[in-house]
């Protein structure tokens, strides 16, 4: 298999897992939501590993910073910009714009890596009022 074949992959399980971590979040199922969503990070940072794969002669690659602000969003909203997010990377990436499909995954990351954090929190919460 390619890196490219894996980058894409990896693109659709992480696809395939927001999905599920959706699901999970509907059915209130915060076991299979946790799961759901490490399996994400875990693609999108095998993703972001063949990007650097294949982009080691671009500098520019390494000096991103996340655009998108994820303060006060609540996971609904941040797991609707994460399925764009990456159906953006996938389809930058098969129309061979390699930077942008770099950038909409890398933004993705820093979108999981908010929601992980956000539960987190409301994890040690509830175990603070036990």
Request: with cysteine; charged share 30%; hydrophobic share 45%.
């Amino acid at each position: 298999m390619t890196v490219d074949e894996k980058i894409l992959q990896s693109l659709k399980s992480a696809v395939m897992y927001l999905e599920n971590s959706a699901i999970a979040l509907d059915k209130k199922d915060g076991d299979l939501l946790v799961d759901s969503i490490w399996h994400v990070a875990a693609e999108l940072e095998y993703a972001l590993f063949l990007f650097s794969i294949k982009t080691q002669n671009e500098s520019d690659t390494l000096k991103l910073k996340p655009s998108l602000e994820f303060k006060n969003a609540d996971v609904d909203t941040m797991l609707a910009d994460m399925k764009n997010l990456l159906n953006e990377a996938e389809r930058f990436f098969l129309n061979g714009r390699l930077q942008d499909a770099y950038k909409s995954a890398y933004a993705a990351r820093h979108c999981i890596l908010k929601i992980r954090e956000d539960l987190a929190k409301k994890k040690l919460e509830i175990l603070r009022k036990e």
